[in-house]
């Protein structure tokens, strides 16, 4: 064992030990979804674009490296990457997206665009993730996909080029599916118009319209002329830092007595922040400060502290704005004294994890009742002692499932191992040192 967080020679393995207090502004990286849409709209465009603050992780990497492999011209200058202009063409070899479904979703509404054949595929995880949501639309569109469980999965076979623009109402209220049907409608003729149940992430109108794009965006969609294309023109663009990945160290601030943190720079996107909301319902201390809006995205310091918290309800509309901070946010329920209810949040069980069962053993693990649903979680916190600690916790392969478990461990009464935490590398490398810098007293 090595350093206060324990490192294991096996770094597939740490082990977390409870925290006085935690103090500083932690490294966040880059915004993921806006760092994947920076990727591909700047590949599509005139000019050279130069990205600040870009993810460093796994799943933008894999972005890159299909983008490279389809013949965008992309470089690096410092910690700076370099965009150019490039006329995509048909790759050498299948498209590896590695463990990133947004990768593959947008990716695939991309290339049902392109005149020429290419296979996506990624790890034994995102084969197994459903794809239908997508492939139904651009089959509409004209592009011909195939792929493994009876077309609905990973790989991917398509063949693109043709595409007409559809109407096509959503079941759910997904960016994904939005973004993807965006990408293949800028290759496409006629109009485009996707409707959604509930306004899901807006990145991608917002990159777009930066960047000429005309869009009518509505209450309950977006639609589009199809066939534009974005022109950034010569220009740096700004990636604000990922409020998903500033979302562990907000409920460890808010969770651990004492503690006070300042998250810099964080994208504050009205389609993001349900976890703001939910961290207010919780009766978490929580100031935003130099608040200000750089390329049509939002961003603030958000300054968090610890407080007495309360129980609270998740659901609705709300969901599509917080989705992918449910299992940290069980954590801070798990520490408000009461009932907290966690509801409409089925996808999670079609993440790199069953997010739902998984969190819910998290939980179990550290002594706290938690009921699962098939939408959800009833978890009944305990706020008057420590989380149980000794715990052996294997994240499953999944990031934030890893992530959720450390802020838990910062308030168990002893270590906790966890396992699989190379999953973490996806979004948030360096996490753990990061975690470990904070640690005060």
Same mark, same amino acid.
């Given at each position: 064992?090595?350093?206060?967080?324990?490192?294991?020679?096996?770094? @597939?393995?740490?082990?977390?030990?409870?925290?006085? #207090?935690?103090?500083?502004?932690? &490294?966040?990286?880059?915004?993921? #979804?806006?760092?994947?849409?920076?990727?591909?709209? #700047?590949?599509?465009?005139?000019?050279?674009?130069?990205?600040?603050?870009?993810?460093?992780?796994? +799943?933008?990497?894999?972005?890159?490296?299909?983008?490279?492999?389809?013949?965008?011209?992309?470089?690096?200058?410092?910690?700076? $990457?370099?965009?150019?202009? *490039?006329?995509?063409?048909?790759?050498? !070899?299948?498209?590896?997206?590695?463990?990133?479904?947004?990768?593959?979703?947008?990716? @695939?509404?991309?290339?049902?665009?392109?005149?020429?054949?290419?296979?996506?595929?990624?790890?034994?995880?995102?084969?197994?993730?459903?794809?239908?949501?997508?492939?139904?639309?651009?089959?509409?569109?004209?592009?011909?996909? +195939?792929?493994?469980?009876?077309?609905?999965?990973?790989?991917?076979? $398509?063949?693109?080029?043709?595409?007409?623009?559809?109407?096509?109402?959503? =079941?759910?209220?997904? &960016?994904?599916?939005?973004?993807?049907?965006?990408? *293949?409608?800028?290759?496409?003729?006629?109009?485009?118009?996707?409707?959604?149940?509930?306004?899901?992430? +807006?990145?991608?109108?917002?990159?777009?319209?930066?960047?000429?794009?005309?869009?009518?965006?509505?209450?309950?969609?977006?639609?589009?002329?199809?066939?534009?294309?974005?022109?950034?023109?010569?220009?740096?663009?700004?990636? =604000?830092?990922?409020?998903? @990945?500033?979302?562990?160290? %907000?409920?460890?601030?808010?969770?651990?007595?004492?503690?006070?943190?300042?998250?810099?720079?964080?994208?504050?996107?009205?389609?993001?922040?349900?976890?703001?909301?939910?961290?207010?319902?919780?009766?978490? %201390?929580?100031?935003?400060?130099?608040?200000?809006?750089?390329?049509?995205?939002?961003?603030? !310091?958000?300054?968090?502290?610890? &407080?007495?918290?309360?129980?609270?309800?998740?659901?609705? &509309?709300?969901? =599509?704005?917080?989705?992918?901070?449910?299992?940290?946010?069980?954590?801070? @329920?798990?520490?408000?004294?009461?009932?907290?209810?966690?509801?409409? %949040?089925?996808?999670?069980?079609?993440?790199?994890?069953?997010?739902?069962?998984?969190? *819910?053993?998290?939980?179990?693990?550290?002594?706290? %009742?938690?009921?699962?649903?098939?939408?959800?979680?009833?978890?009944?916190?305990?706020?008057?002692? =420590?989380?149980?600690?000794? *715990?052996?916790?294997?994240?499953?392969?999944?990031?934030?499932?890893?992530?959720?478990?450390?802020?838990?461990?910062?308030?168990?009464?002893?270590?906790?191992?966890?396992?699989?935490?190379?999953?973490?590398?996806? #979004?948030?490398?360096?996490?753990?040192?990061?975690?470990?810098?904070?640690?005060?007293?």
């Amino acid at each position: 064992m090595s350093g206060r967080l324990g490192v294991s020679a096996d770094e @597939a393995v740490r082990v977390v030990a409870p925290a006085r #207090s935690l103090r500083g502004s932690p &490294a966040l990286p880059g915004d993921k #979804s806006l760092s994947h849409r920076s990727l591909m709209f #700047s590949a599509l465009s005139a000019g050279t674009q130069r990205i600040h603050g870009l993810s460093g992780g796994g +799943d933008v990497v894999a972005t890159e490296g299909v983008l490279r492999a389809l013949g965008a011209d992309i470089r690096r200058d410092g910690e700076v $990457l370099v965009v150019g202009p *490039a006329e995509l063409r048909e790759a050498a !070899d299948v498209l590896d997206c590695g463990n990133s479904g947004t990768s593959m979703r947008l990716l @695939a509404g991309l290339l049902a665009g392109q005149p020429f054949f290419s296979v996506l595929t990624g790890d034994s995880s995102l084969r197994r993730r459903p794809m239908a949501r997508i492939l139904e639309p651009l089959r509409r569109m004209g592009a011909q996909v +195939d792929g493994a469980g009876q077309g609905t999965r990973a790989p991917l076979a $398509l063949r693109g080029g043709g595409l007409v623009g559809i109407e096509h109402r959503s =079941p759910v209220a997904s &960016a994904q599916v939005k973004s993807c049907l965006l990408l *293949a409608g800028l290759f496409a003729e006629g109009e485009l118009l996707v409707r959604e149940p509930h306004r899901s992430r +807006d990145h991608s109108e917002r990159m777009l319209a930066a960047g000429g794009v005309e869009l009518d965006v509505r209450e309950d969609g977006v639609a589009m002329v199809c066939g534009q294309r974005p022109d950034f023109g010569d220009v740096d663009l700004g990636v =604000p830092a990922d409020i998903s @990945a500033a979302a562990f160290f %907000a409920v460890a601030a808010a969770i651990v007595p004492g503690a006070e943190l300042r998250l810099l720079q964080v994208g504050t996107n009205p389609t993001r922040t349900g976890l703001l909301d939910a961290l207010d319902a919780a009766g978490v %201390a929580l100031e935003a400060e130099d608040e200000r809006v750089e390329a049509g995205e939002p961003r603030a !310091d958000l300054v968090v502290r610890g &407080a007495a918290l309360r129980p609270f309800e998740l659901g609705g &509309a709300v969901i =599509p704005r917080l989705i992918d901070e449910v299992p940290v946010l069980a954590v801070l @329920a798990a520490r408000a004294e009461g009932v907290t209810t966690i509801r409409d %949040a089925a996808d999670l069980r079609a993440k790199e994890s069953d997010r739902v069962a998984t969190t *819910a053993t998290m939980l179990r693990a550290f002594g706290i %009742a938690v009921d699962e649903r098939p939408d959800g979680l009833v978890i009944y916190g305990q706020g008057d002692r =420590p989380l149980r600690g000794g *715990a052996v916790i294997d994240a499953c392969g999944d990031h934030r499932i890893a992530m959720a478990a450390a802020i838990a461990a910062l308030v168990a009464d002893g270590p906790t191992t966890l396992r699989g935490v190379d999953a973490v590398d996806t #979004s948030f490398p360096g996490f753990f040192t990061t975690l470990d810098e904070l640690r005060h007293g």
